[in-house]
């Protein structure tokens, strides 16, 4: 388990990062959401000590992290990059080398992770001349060729097709089904809530929430419901214990302030005609985090 | 996991090393340019060998009993004339320079006939003269040094300049491109810094070697193994001055092109670097016959590669002389590493607008 406790981190008198408390469990896709310059990338950098803490500690299971730990890291910078004249695999394989290892080990892992993401048939390519699309599966693979032990990388879907979005997301599922930790920023709200286990909520550099999906869905989604009747429906107004989203001839949304007024709004609805559909409605993450940043 | 051993600095410095090594072998550039300078290098070593060697000869004719006499002296390029008069009308033409006819009487047996000035060396070179004992040799033949001035000013400028540009390039290509994060992340900033003086310094050793290596076979292969002795020591001194002052040029390199986050910036960030390795070729090139300026030169780090193995050549410094110098450089050169890796360190991660010295040396 990677743990953050109290962060800070100031740039020339802005303080950027403020009592940053959050932790990475093992084998969870963690998403990290904020809005732009809300300290993300500021965190990612302080975890691989790519930038020092002004203060606050960063521990793995326990321990502060030392040069060695974040060795075995895999890292994805937001700005990318890899050198424009060397070849992706030659390029993959001195990366894994400069991660300590050995030359065998470095091919074999550079090849079975071009194919795994589709690059493959690019390995004696040189990098100025990939797609944009296809730099960052090579990228990516900068990132897990040494088989780290636990993996932080910023935006790693921004600049993907639908397609290379999911082999990357299948990539990403198979690193934390072995029970690494996964860190991942993303701006694409739908992709975090399809992957994330956990959830990192930061704001104005401060963390507004952190916890299971589950966890927060609970704790900042209110209960939405919709219902369908199969006649007009605009009697639900005024009925106590409903708040009314939206209403449109037979159909309204509307969150209820306990399990037991929707309920009763359905028995109602049976009562006066009848009822459609009826379905309490997940909040989305976006729904959070506009919640969340309130 | 077998697969994995914690790399050890020297394991980091080695393929970072390596990498700077492969990719300059990689560039056309630099491979066609070094084969330029190699050619030229070896043209005019063979070129001046060729023009000594033509020009030391004197063409003479001679006639009768004189031929054997010229013959036998080994500067003279004979021709066969059959009578005294064939041998003057040979002068008037000037196909010869002089005529070596037998002279009864005179000392030596012959005498010499020319055009309209007396053949002063072809005279000297007929005269059998006394054994010459020097009680102060070592005075250099002020053509010679000229040249040695321009060869070690110039050897050391286009190496210091040709790798120095490249470790800015490679610098500045990793803060462009943003793999700096990564490289961070995975290795210190001193092992990527001390692997990139080390490839470069390494690169810049074996060209000078080979520069050198043809020279020495050029200058033994066209007959001057003389003059490649009297260079010996010198060489020897450039070569070591060579690698500490290549590396704390390497080190200032790098520092200052760390300071920009564009490859259009390196010119103007690097260019006080740049003045402080063409000082010293300027002013041996100018100074080569003035005692005080090429003694303070062998003292100041920046120029002491060039100006000691100079004074060396001419023989003008002591024996513990290049010893103190070499000491003053690798004091310099090891403050010059501390100072560098500080503002690389610092400075590496800031892209953007240029970063100020002052800002990177604090933090």
Same mark, same amino acid.
């Given at each position: 388990m990677l743990e953050l406790v109290n962060v800070n981190r100031s740039f020339g008198g802005t303080r950027v990062l403020r009592d940053v408390t959050f932790s990475i469990a093992h084998g969870r896709m963690t998403g990290f959401v904020g809005a732009n310059g809300a300290g993300k990338t500021t965190t990612m950098r302080i975890i691989l000590g790519v930038l020092s803490a002004d203060s606050g500690t960063v521990t793995r299971d326990g321990r502060p992290l030392e040069t060695a730990d974040r060795r075995r890291f895999g890292y994805m910078p937001e700005e990318r990059g890899l050198y424009p004249k060397m070849k992706v695999a030659e390029q993959i394989v001195y990366l894994a080398?400069?991660?300590?290892?050995?030359?065998?080990?470095?091919?074999?892992?550079?090849?079975?992770?071009?194919?795994?993401?589709?690059?493959?048939?690019?390995?004696?390519?040189?990098?100025?001349?990939?797609?944009?699309?296809?730099?960052?599966?090579?990228?990516?693979?900068?990132?897990?060729?040494?088989?780290?032990?636990?993996?932080?990388?910023?935006?790693?879907?921004? !600049?993907?097709?639908?397609?290379?979005?999911?082999?990357?997301? !299948?990539?990403?599922?198979?690193?934390?089904?072995?029970?690494?930790?996964?860190?991942?920023?993303?701006?694409?709200?739908?992709?975090?809530?399809?992957?994330?286990?956990?959830?990192?909520?930061?704001?104005?550099?401060?963390?507004?929430?952190?916890?299971?999906?589950?966890?927060?869905?609970?704790? /900042?989604?209110?209960?939405?419901?919709?219902?369908?009747?199969?006649?007009?429906?605009?009697?639900?107004? !005024?009925?106590?214990?409903?708040?009314?989203?939206?209403?449109? !001839?037979?159909?309204?949304? /509307?969150?209820?302030?306990?399990?037991?007024?929707?309920?009763?709004?359905?028995?109602?609805?049976?009562?006066?005609?009848?009822?459609?559909?009826?379905?309490?409605?997940?909040?989305?993450?976006?729904?959070?985090?506009?919640e969340v940043i309130q | 996991m077998t697969d994995y051993r914690e790399p050890s600095f020297a394991n980091s410095v080695n393929l970072v090393a390596a990498r700077e090594i492969r990719m300059k072998l990689r560039s056309k550039a630099f491979l066609i340019s070094t084969g330029i300078l190699m050619l030229a290098v070896l043209a005019s070593v063979l070129v001046g060998g060729l023009v000594s060697t033509t020009a030391s000869k004197t063409n003479v004719a001679?006639?009768?009993?004189?031929?054997?006499?010229?013959?036998?002296?080994?500067?003279?390029?004979?021709?066969?004339?059959?009578?005294?008069?064939?041998?003057?009308?040979?002068?008037?033409?000037?196909?010869?320079?002089?005529?070596?006819?037998?002279?009864?009487?005179?000392?030596?047996?012959?005498?010499?006939?020319?055009?309209?000035?007396v053949p002063q060396s072809l005279v000297a070179q007929l005269s059998t003269s006394p054994k010459v004992e020097l009680l102060d040799p070592g005075a250099v033949n002020p053509v010679l040094a000229y040249f040695a001035a321009i060869a070690f000013g110039i050897v050391f400028f286009m190496s210091a300049m040709t790798f120095g540009t490249t470790i800015a390039q490679s610098v500045v290509e990793e803060k462009q491109t943003r793999i700096v994060e990564i490289l961070m992340s995975t290795i210190s900033v001193r092992a990527l810094m001390a692997g990139k003086v080390i490839g470069n310094s390494i690169l810049a050793f074996a060209q000078i070697a080979v520069i050198a290596g043809l020279a020495a076979i050029g200058l033994t292969l066209t007959g001057q193994s003389s003059l490649l002795a009297s260079f010996g020591p010198s060489i020897a001194w450039f070569v070591v001055f060579f690698v500490f002052g290549f590396v704390m040029i390497a080190a200032l390199y790098a520092a200052t092109a760390s300071l920009v986050s564009r490859q259009e910036d390196v010119g103007s960030a690097t260019s006080p670097v740049m003045i402080l390795v063409m000082l010293p070729y300027i002013l041996v090139i100018a100074f080569n016959n003035n005692p005080l300026v090429l003694a303070i030169m062998s003292y100041v780090p920046f120029s002491a590669p060039v100006g000691m193995p100079m004074r060396v050549f001419l023989g003008e410094a002591a024996w513990w002389e290049p010893l103190l110098s070499l000491a003053v450089l690798l004091v310099t050169t090891a403050a010059v590493i501390v100072l560098g890796s500080r503002i690389y360190s610092n400075a590496l991660l800031r892209t953007g607008a240029r970063v100020k010295l002052s800002e990177a040396l604090s933090r």
């Open positions: 080398r400069l991660h300590g290892l050995n030359p065998a080990a470095a091919q074999r892992n550079t090849a079975t992770l071009l194919d795994q993401l589709g690059l493959g048939e690019r390995a004696d390519t040189t990098v100025e001349s990939l797609s944009l699309g296809n730099q960052q599966r090579a990228q990516i693979a900068a990132a897990l060729v040494h088989d780290p032990e636990i993996l932080v990388l910023d935006e790693p879907f921004s !600049g993907l097709d639908p397609i290379a979005v999911e082999t990357v997301q !299948g990539v990403l599922k198979e690193r934390a089904a072995r029970g690494v930790p996964v860190l991942f920023s993303s701006h694409q709200l739908d992709i975090v809530e399809r992957l994330c286990d956990d959830l990192v909520v930061i704001a104005e550099g401060a963390i507004r929430a952190s916890g299971s999906r589950e966890k927060l869905r609970a704790e /900042f989604g209110e209960s939405r419901y919709e219902l369908e009747a199969t006649s007009d429906i605009a009697w639900v107004r !005024g009925t106590p214990g409903i708040e009314i989203e939206a209403l449109d !001839g037979a159909t309204v949304t /509307f969150r209820a302030d306990t399990a037991d007024a929707a309920q009763n709004l359905l028995r109602t609805a049976l009562e006066r005609g009848g009822v459609a559909r009826f379905a309490p409605q997940e909040p989305s993450l976006a729904q959070i985090f506009h | 001679a006639t009768g009993a004189a031929v054997a006499f010229a013959e036998a002296i080994p500067t003279l390029n004979v021709t066969v004339a059959d009578s005294v008069d064939t041998a003057k009308s040979l002068v008037r033409e000037g196909t010869v320079e002089a005529a070596i006819i037998p002279a009864e009487g005179s000392g030596i047996g012959v005498s010499v006939i020319a055009l309209d000035t």
